[in-house]
């Protein structure tokens, strides 16, 4: 039986991602992981961030492709 060196890197690497994605879904449910990094629901201190930082990258460039002018620190 002949296998198809490319379709079996490739099952194997999906595979792998899926099983990585399902790990930190798993991970990010546990108490020891909400412990450690607290609860995820954006940022506290500066709500405002959280629509910018979904439209503009960090390089001053909306998701257009047009740049805004703003620079988005990732601090």
Same mark, same amino acid.
């Not at 379709?7 to 108490?31: D, E, I, K, N």
């Not at 709500?47 to 998701?63: A, C, Q, T």
């Given at each position: 039986?002949? #296998?198809?060196?490319?379709? &079996?890197?490739?099952? +194997?690497?999906?595979? =792998?991602?899926?099983?990585?994605?399902? $790990?930190?879904? =798993?991970?990010?449910?546990?108490?020891?992981?909400?412990?450690? #990094?607290?609860?995820? *629901?954006?940022?506290?201190? $500066?709500? $405002?961030? *959280?629509?910018? +930082?979904?439209? &503009?990258?960090? *390089?001053?460039?909306?998701?257009?492709?047009? #740049?805004?002018?703003?620079? &988005?620190?990732?601090?």
């Amino acid at each position: 039986m002949k #296998f198809d060196r490319k379709a &079996v890197f490739g099952s +194997l690497l999906l595979t =792998w991602a899926a099983s990585l994605q399902v $790990h930190m879904m =798993w991970l990010q449910r546990q108490p020891s992981f909400k412990e450690k #990094f607290g609860k995820q *629901d954006g940022n506290k201190e $500066h709500p $405002h961030m *959280d629509e910018k +930082l979904k439209d &503009v990258s960090s *390089d001053g460039f909306d998701i257009s492709g047009t #740049f805004t002018g703003d620079q &988005v620190r990732a601090d």
